[in-house]
């Protein structure tokens, strides 16, 4: 469905859409069979459900045996590589739960919010928690963004391996960076200029586009602050005070001018996109199931990361193929085992009608009293122009057609039985 978009569910089974027909579908599943078990499909036992407020209540009941084992396969299929990126990531959902999140800053402001810890270099998605309102589990003197990003690290079993780690302003504080660094993993990210522990002087400080960067270093931790666009403050704990120069666009006159910018500024732009590229990777083929349950939704999304995160697995086992062809292969896959082929059978070669009169051996009888019009010759419609026209009237016909046309039995009989049009 993804590869091929239409406006509802039942327009892949219309027979008459004026969008292309997909009898594949057809060939596959009934589309009232389809829509049922859209509509029935679950993930858990309900008797086992506890009700909120009970110790051991779980708000992503209903999904979570799937999760699990989705998460697990990511985690044991791949190992990432050095530099790593942790994000929110939207899964769109306006229906009613009581964990629905408003972000006005991401592509689907409503739904449900996850924190992704994904790889920078390859856009795979590693691991994710999926933030529950009240009943999400942190350290209240940490604080969501902190307790998030050692959590996912922790559980993906990543501390303590020389990983770098990349996050915006939302994660990024001098506890949190300090406490990685303890634990031999790098980071750094975008911060805040009020956030506890940072340098006092970078309140107040403005700086000109024409200004160098600044720095303000207390080991491990190292700060840079520079103005493009608009001011730019950075933490980090892998980088150290390098300054790079590039050549970017501008209104100058040659339509060029020089920018000088820390090397952690760089580094960061280039790795911290992980997540939201892992998104737009889920965004280009995906079709958006309309579903009133917020698991559903989640079903869907996590279909969608799997297929995502096999064509990244393919990619790097040395494939050039793109996303379309991988997912063509995984739908012939998947029917194979079910010994259904996509491909339509031979329709026959369908040939031209051809009156009966023009093929076959065609014999003349003659009428004993009735004189019947001629088929070819006779007309009733006559003008003083056409004054030869009129009606003829002949004994004669055919034996062998089926309506027994009465015919002259000179060149009218000729003509009705080799001519497609024989009236002139």
């Known amino acids: 469905m993804g590869l091929t978009r239409k406006p509802q569910i039942a327009d892949y089974w219309s027979t008459q859409s004026s969008l292309g027909l997909t009898p594949n579908f057809a060939r596959v599943m009934t589309r009232n069979r389809f829509q049922l078990l859209s509509s029935c499909i679950h993930f858990n036992d309900n008797s086992l459900r506890l009700e909120r407020g009970q110790p051991g209540y779980d708000p992503l009941f209903k999904i979570r045996p799937l999760m699990d084992l989705v998460l697990k396969s990511f985690q044991s299929e791949y190992y990432p590589h050095e530099h790593l990126s942790i994000d929110e990531s939207m899964v769109s959902f306006r229906g009613r739960v009581f964990f629905r999140q408003y972000v006005p800053n991401k592509r689907h402001r409503f739904g449900l919010k996850n924190f992704v810890l994904s790889d920078a270099t390859s856009n795979y998605t590693y691991l994710w928690h999926v ?73 107040g400080l403005k700086l000109r586009p024409s200004d160098p960067p600044v720095f303000f270093e207390k080991r491990p931790l190292l700060t840079a602050s520079f103005r493009d666009a608009g001011t730019v403050t950075v933490l980090s704990t892998v980088h150290d005070n390098l300054v790079i120069t590039k050549r970017v666009r501008s209104k100058g006159p040659d339509g060029y001018r020089t920018l000088r910018k820390p090397k952690s500024v760089e580094d960061y732009n280039r790795f911290m996109g992980g997540v939201d590229r892992g998104d737009q990777l889920c965004s280009y083929y995906s079709y958006q199931h309309r579903a009133m349950k917020w698991y559903h939704r989640l079903f869907h999304h996590i279909r969608e990361v799997a297929l995502v995160n096999a064509y990244i697995l393919h990619k790097e086992s040395g494939n050039t193929m793109q996303s379309a062809g991988f997912r063509e292969l995984v739908v012939k896959g998947l029917l194979r085992r079910r010994q259904i082929e996509l491909t339509p059978p031979p329709r026959p070669i369908s040939t031209p009608l051809v009156p009966v009169r023009l093929t076959g051996r065609h014999f003349l009888g003659q009428h004993e009293k009735s004189r019947p019009d001629c088929k070819v010759c006779s007309t009733r419609k006559r003008s003083p122009d056409d004054a030869h026209r009129g009606r003829k009237q002949t004994p004669f016909f055919c034996k062998t057609c089926p309506d027994h046309p009465a015919l002259c039995p000179t060149d009218c009989f000729e003509m009705y039985h080799t001519k497609l049009v024989y009236k002139h």
Do not use: W
């Open 131 to 203: 933030y529950t309102g009240g009943a999400f589990n942190y350290d209240r003197c940490l604080g969501i963004g902190h307790s998030s990003v050692v959590g996912l690290l922790r559980e993906a079993k990543l501390l303590g391996k020389g990983h770098s780690l990349y996050t915006d302003s939302y994660y990024t504080s001098p506890a949190l960076f300090q406490e990685l660094h303890r634990q031999n993993t790098g980071a750094c990210g975008t911060v805040r200029v009020n956030r506890k522990g940072m340098p006092p002087q970078l309140h």
